[in-house]
Nanobody, 126 residues
Framework: QVQLVESGGGLVQAGGSLRLSCAAS?????????MGWFRQAPGKEREFVAA????????YYADSMKGRFSISRDNAKNTVYLQMNSLKPEDTAVYYC??????????????????WGQGTQVTVSS
């Protein structure tokens, strides 16, 4: 089991930036691990934001986040980051970090991830 702890959420004005962190502990990751960020707004389904492979650094983004969000990882610190720029009120949600230890495809599907953090609230005011 992998333990994931998110941090970095908060209240920001539209156009501002935040950087979320996801610290991982517990069982070590495999070379096939995929790390993802998802978000869930009130009354909406959880949606894919971005993903990064633990070993190769391949990155993937939801279309609405491309150019504004950037995912990265620091393997030495077992931490994944989500840099969010040009934030909009519609980005308001709880952001979750997730791990798929043995990635086999469909990085955008929440059901493929077997470990989740508790979430961190991001609120963007207009």
């Amino acid at each position: 089991q992998v333990q994931l702890v998110e941090s970095g959420g908060g209240l920001v004005q539209a156009g501002g930036s935040l950087r979320l962190s996801c610290a991982a502990s517990g069982r070590t990751f495999s070379r096939s691990t995929m790390m993802g960020w998802f978000r869930q707004a009130p009354g909406k389904e959880r949606e894919f934001v971005a993903a990064i492979s633990w070993s190769g650094g391949s990155t993937y983004y939801a279309d609405s986040m491309k150019g504004r969000f950037s995912i990265s990882r620091d393997n030495a610190k077992n931490t994944v980051y989500l840099q969010m720029n040009s934030l909009k009120p519609e980005d308001t949600a709880v952001y979750y970090c997730a791990a798929d230890r043995y990635y086999s495809g469909s990085y955008f599907e929440a059901r493929k991830y077997d470990s989740w953090g508790q979430g961190t609230q991001v609120t963007v005011s207009s």
